[in-house]
């Protein structure tokens, strides 16, 4: 019974790929212009749900946003045209990464500074610490003392 | 006692960027449209496929551009706020990736808070205009720059608040 569901579940499925297949984005002619389209849009974001890139986003205005790249690529725009007509509109957060300039320095910095002052600290502490002093005769005869009855108990 | 200081102060410095993060919406990504001169288009009407629609019809006034759909959730919550208003203020719509019937319809069923409305049917205006989500508002002067921008839908502290002063002072300007 359950078998036979299951038969009757793939089949179904196989039935619905072909509809499935025809909602697919539109593929292009134009292998290396894809290519360069996907490439491209690895680097932007997506607006919708902000932590997926255009390339991996499904929503629609990811969609309209590619189609919007790979018809500027196509009519002979480079991709700094097409990556400034994007930042122009939507502003410099559609790229995944961001310009340097003085909002944004600290962003790019920051984590070298965070190295330098972790770095500086750890100097400093290793600075600080006490040399280790060499056993007075006395404490070396106690260590031993103590280390020999180990020995002997065991 | 010396030796929590440093970790202490490090947790408040962090404690202090989360509770700045926190009240941050990630969702209210600005606009770079502002105080830049709004994107020129010609639509159809909605109403009208023989008639268009340009911003330049409205120059020489304060305005608010909506970006709207009919199958948007958050339009419908909107909905009546932009009714509310649309006395006080010129309010052109523009219907977003929607479908000519629709638009026309939903208007229909919930009243037309538009001056006019235009009909972007593939969202190009929308691309040119930044729009991410709607419902979204602008904020037009009379010299037709924009200068304000709204994600989400419209509330009436947001316009009490934020819009309604703002056009006020473009108005005597």
């Keep these: 019974m359950v078998r036979k569901l299951f038969i009757v579940c793939i089949a179904a499925l196989t039935w619905a790929m072909p509809t499935l297949a025809g909602e697919a984005p539109t593929v292009a002619e134009d292998p290396a212009l894809e290519a360069r389209v996907t490439k491209l849009s690895e680097e932007l974001r997506c607006l919708v749900c902000q932590n997926q890139s255009l390339a991996d986003s499904h929503a629609e205005l990811a969609q309209d946003l590619k189609n919007q790249v790979r018809e500027m690529l196509k009519q002979g725009m480079t991709e700094q045209q097409v990556v400034a007509f994007l930042v122009q509109r939507y502003g410099d957060f559609v790229l995944y990464r961001p310009p340097v300039k003085s909002t944004t320095w600290l962003l790019w910095l920051g984590p070298f500074l965070l190295l330098i002052g972790g770095l500086a600290l750890f100097i400093f502490k290793l600075k600080r610490r006490r040399p280790i002093q060499p056993l007075t005769p006395g404490e070396h005869a106690v260590a031993e003392a103590l280390l020999g009855g180990k020995e002997k108990s065991r | ?173």
């Design chain 2, 1 to 173: 006692m010396r030796r929590f200081l440093f970790p202490l102060v490090a947790f408040l410095i962090l404690i202090g960027f989360f509770a700045a993060g926190l009240r941050l919406n990630p969702r209210e990504v600005p606009s770079p449209l502002i105080g830049k001169p709004a994107p020129a288009f010609r639509l159809t009407q909605l109403h009208n496929p023989g008639a268009s629609i340009s911003p330049e019809d409205m120059k020489g006034k304060v305005w608010l551009l909506n970006v709207w759909a009919s199958w948007c959730v958050s339009c419908r919550q909107e909905h009546p706020v932009l009714l509310q208003y649309s006395q006080t203020l010129p309010i052109v719509g523009l219907d977003y990736k929607d479908e000519r019937a629709a638009g026309i319809a939903w208007l229909k069923d919930l009243g037309d808070p538009y001056l006019m409305s235009a009909f972007d049917s593939d969202g190009r205006v929308g691309i040119d205009y930044g729009v991410y989500g709607v419902p979204e508002t602008f904020v037009i002067d009379k010299q037709g720059v924009v200068r304000y921008k709204h994600i989400g839908p419209l509330t009436p502290t947001a316009l009490e608040k934020n819009i309604l002063p703002l056009v006020k002072e473009l108005d005597g300007a």
